[in-house]
């Protein structure tokens, strides 16, 4: 059975990079075999080369070049961390991502090992911020999310034999999905430390021989960018140094032994000194997405008894255009958004609401009538009305609908006006 703690902290960040580097052990990895993903919820897997049912579809972070290489013998008594960036809506191009936080629902590990699979028990813990190469109590953050695996990873066939395997972690289903911040606090600061997550690697058992996590990426002109292979840039490669990922990781042991900055004796580009950092993906559904824009503009007061706001969810990337936009509490009757380039700050009277958008506007058609006070509607990419939502464009949408004669004069302006309006939502699409 799968151990889980799953801990929610808020973003920040403190620490400075170790600058201290000292060369460590590694062993030769054998034939990596893939798994196929374990599903948490259930306990169960899905047994396929290709096997991601149930989480992602969006590769967030990538760090899975094969070395040939992995980190061992790892000692019970040490926990290894490493680090990357996950790019956010202020991250430099082609590196420029969607949302600006994730909501991790899977991620994939890679490992050898050379004990029984029952004896077999992984901890795997992330944090939100992370200085690359320093004590994780530098984190504001701390864990918010850790894994035990005890006995439920695949791992040798005979006690000391070299077996080496990758394997997906499904999470959904499960109250252990978790938020990851794109560069930490949503907003791109030079790329540095101040833009980091962490995860750990530790082994619960060392019994049956060497074992440790496999050791990915790489550098120089014959190695992939860092960054590719994400949903952003290159998506469908699979060779990938993490972005944001450097050339050394951390070892605090409990025992006294090796604790600070440690590395393979600095990458050259080839195997021989393999690039100091080890095999993680990560997945989300990045265009499921959550709340999207910046509200403004007074709600106004309609016959539900309340003001109508409009909110948005999905993403703010224009193409291709998954939004949808919803108008509530309002009443049920016939109504459709509108949206143009000009906010109206002024907030002038427009039936029993106010009109807070101006300029050319469109109508996002077609009508309908809102049920349970609720109108929804996705915006259609090849409709009309479409062809201004492109890259940059700030707009802002606002919901109009019929309002009731008998709910009388609401606003207060001594005229009875048969429509109303909502708050208004602004978009910058990306």
Not at 139 to 164: E, H, K, Q, R
């Amino acid at each position: 059975m799968i151990r889980q703690t799953f801990v929610l902290a808020g973003v920040a960040l403190l620490g400075t990079t170790a600058a201290a580097q000292q060369v460590t052990s590694l062993g030769r990895e054998t034939p990596v075999k893939d798994a196929g993903t374990y599903h948490v919820a259930t306990g169960t897997w899905t047994r396929s080369s290709s096997a991601q049912a149930g989480f992602g579809p969006d590769v967030i972070y990538s760090n899975a070049r094969s070395t040939g290489f992995f980190r061992g013998p790892t000692l019970t008594t040490e926990t290894l961390y490493d680090h990357g960036r996950v790019m956010s809506t202020s991250s430099p191009i082609p590196f420029d991502g969607a949302v600006d936080i994730y909501e991790v629902d899977g991620f994939q590990i890679g490992y050898c090992s050379a004990q029984l699979r029952a004896n077999q028990d992984l901890t795997y813990e992330f944090y939100n911020d992370y200085a690359e190469c320093t004590t994780p109590a530098n984190s504001i953050s701390g864990v918010i999310a850790s894994f035990n695996f005890p006995g439920n990873l695949p791992a040798a066939a005979t006690s000391g034999t070299i077996a080496c395997w990758t394997v997906n972690i499904d999470l959904e289903g499960t109250t252990t999905t978790f938020s990851l911040g794109a560069d930490v606090d949503g907003q791109f600061n030079t790329g540095g430390f101040e833009d980091k997550f962490g995860w750990s690697y530790h082994l619960g058992n060392a019994s049956g021989g060497s074992q440790g996590p496999l050791i990915r990426g790489g550098c120089g002109p014959a190695n992939p960018a860092p960054g590719r292979g994400t949903y952003t840039a290159s998506p469908n490669v699979t060779s990938t140094t993490g972005l944001g990922t450097n050339d050394f990781f951390w070892i605090m042991d409990t025992a006294g032994g090796s604790v600070g900055c440690f590395f393979f004796g600095g990458c050259n580009g080839m195997n021989s000194n393999p690039y100091a950092s080890f095999h993680m993906v990560l997945f989300s559904d990045v265009f499921a997405g959550g709340s999207v824009g910046t509200p403004y503009c007074p709600a106004s007061l309609n016959s539900t008894g309340m003001g109508g706001v409009t909110s948005g969810t999905g993403s703010d990337v224009a193409s291709p255009l998954n939004l949808t936009l919803e108008a509530s509490p309002v009443p049920n009757t016939p109504g459709l958004f509108f949206f143009g380039p000009t906010q109206l700050m002024n907030t002038p009277d427009f039936g029993e609401g106010v009109r807070c958008v101006g300029g050319q506007t469109k109508r996002v058609f077609p009508v309908g009538a809102a049920a349970g006070n609720v109108r929804s509607q996705t915006l259609d990419g090849n409709a009309p009305y479409a062809s201004t939502i492109v890259m940059g464009a700030s707009l802002n949408f606002q919901y109009w609908c019929r309002e009731a004669m008998s709910a009388g004069d609401i606003d207060g302006d001594g005229m009875v006006e048969p429509f109303t309006t909502t708050s208004a939502l602004n978009i910058v699409f990306q």
